[in-house]
């Protein structure tokens, strides 16, 4: 079956850090551009940031409000992919949901169920 | 970068047609045949909808239908069913530096 499944999220205090994780399966994961959107409580979408596949260039991007902050890897060898979120701020909670994204078009096809955040002392 | 801005929320009976637009600048929208439009039930993750501005995935139905003029694309559902009742965002590429950005949300109701 192929599915993205997410994992990590929690409680965590401002100016704390947190590392998600995305398990990818049913798909050939090192092939795959991936990508973090998040929705904050009530809100809508935000695109966070994106892995292109190594034979790519293996760069990644980031949304504005969280570069320098955040940062996505992955592991080919176990299909997963991960972000890094350190220095968090309040307006960091959200769900934040692993993605896959088309190469050139731009467009978000598989989506996990999301996991949530929340900073808050 | 701002939020391209869609309706709050647009309604209809079923079996009628409702429209969302999705307005944006030359720099998004204007600027890229790159508009993509999601589905999102309450407490599910969204669902792509259209790509490409008007392709339907696999296993979308075919009242789905999407357009672009200028810097406002379309999205249009055709025969509305009470499970089309759900929040819908556009997206669209934005260039190199800002990439991607979403839409302010419209939720859909049936009547």
């Known amino acids: 079956e192929v599915q993205l499944v997410e994992s990590g999220g929690g409680l965590v205090k401002p100016g704390g850090s947190l590392r998600l994780s995305c398990a990818a399966s049913?798909?050939?994961?090192?092939?795959?551009?991936m990508s973090w959107v998040r929705q904050a409580p009530g809100e809508g979408l935000e695109w966070v940031g994106r892995s292109k596949s190594k034979t790519d260039g293996g760069t990644t991007d980031y949304t504005a409000p969280v570069k320098g902050r955040f940062t996505i890897s992955r592991d080919d060898s176990k299909n997963t992919l991960y972000l890094e979120m350190n220095s968090l701020k309040t307006e960091d909670t959200a769900v934040y949901y692993c993605?896959?994204?088309?190469?050139?078009?731009?467009?978000?096809?598989?989506w996990g169920r999301g996991t949530l955040v929340t900073v808050s002392s | 970068q701002s939020a391209l801005t869609q309706p709050r929320s647009v309604s209809g009976s079923p079996g009628q047609s409702v429209t969302i637009s999705c307005t944006g600048t030359s720099s998004d929208v204007g600027g890229y045949a790159y508009v993509s439009w999601y589905q999102q039930h309450p407490d599910k993750a969204p669902k792509l909808m259209l790509y490409d501005v008007s392709k339907r995935p696999s296993g979308v139905p075919d009242r789905f239908s999407g357009s672009k003029s200028g810097n406002t694309a379309s999205l249009t559902i055709s025969g509305l069913q009470a499970e089309d009742e759900a929040d819908y965002y556009c997206?669209?590429?934005?260039?190199?530096?800002?990439?991607?950005?979403f839409g302010t949300g419209t939720r859909v109701t049936v009547l």
């Open positions: 997206c669209s590429y934005a260039g190199s530096y800002t990439f991607g950005v």
């Open positions: 049913g798909f050939t994961f090192s092939n795959a551009w």
């Open positions: 993605t896959t994204v088309a190469r050139w078009n731009w467009y978000f096809d598989l």
